[in-house]
Every structure is written in structure tokens, then in C-alpha cells.
């Protein structure tokens, strides 16, 4: 089993920052693809942003230029600094990685529990 477990959410002001981790342990031998997702009250969720094992990123376009994607291979954790937050950030940010558990196994998705971020106005 892999369990993924994010930290770093809260409450904020618009305009602040936050950093969150997503930590990867359990039956890891490789992870591939991780990526951070969103979901608002009454929202679907919705991809953030994603990074590739060798650090190719991808961004929603509603965040370019204010969060910035980013993993230690070694330490099996993934990172999302979100600077000029706004109120229309604020929702349930996961954590989803592709992981194998052996060197010729497949890759399967696994999610956090997810942690809170409130922007206030």
C-alpha cells in the first residue's frame, strides 16, 4: 500500500502564501507522474499542476505565475508554493502520484486525504 499524506494548508489573506507537501510512503520502488489537484464546494476537481519524474511541469492556466511545482525524487515528496493567493483558491488541494511498487509492475494512481487552504478577502 502507498499512503500519501499533504500538509502545509490553512487559513491565509489574499495576496499570501502558503507551501504544501505531499510526503509518498509505503510500497514505493518508483514514482512517476505527480500532481496536485483542487476541488471547491460544489466543484469538480481540477488539476493544478503536474510534474514528470525527470521535473517537466505542467499548470492550469488560472495559476501560472503565482505556484510553482516541485518534487525531491529521493525524499518522495512533492511541494506546491502558492504565492498571490486569491479568494478563488480556496479549496480541498490533493496529492496524486503514479506509483509502482516493483521494477516490473505497473503504475498506479494513489491520492492524499487532501488538506484545506482558505484564501480570505
Known amino acids: 500500500q502507498v499512503q500519501l499524506v499533504e500538509s502545509g494548508g490553512g487559513l491565509v489573506q489574499a495576496g499570501g502564501s502558503l507551501r504544501l507537501s505531499c510526503a509518498a510512503s509505503?510500497?514505493?520502488?518508483?514514482?512517476?507522474?505527480m500532481g496536485w489537484y483542487r476541488q471547491a464546494p460544489g466543484r469538480q476537481r481540477e488539476l493544478v499542476a503536474s510534474?514528470?519524474?525527470?521535473?517537466?511541469?505542467n499548470y492550469a492556466d488560472s495559476v501560472k505565475g503565482r505556484f510553482t511545482i516541485s518534487r525531491d525524487n529521493a525524499k518522495n515528496t512533492l511541494y506546491l508554493q502558492m504565492n498571490s493567493l486569491k479568494p478563488e483558491d480556496t479549496a480541498v488541494y490533493y496529492c496524486n502520484a503514479a506509483v509502482s511498487a516493483s521494477i516490473s509492475g505497473s503504475y498506479y494512481g494513489n491520492w492524499g486525504q487532501g488538506t484545506q487552504v482558505t484564501v480570505s478577502s
Open positions: 509505503g510500497s514505493i520502488f518508483s514514482i512517476n507522474a
Open positions: 510534474i514528470t519524474r525527470g521535473g517537466t511541469t
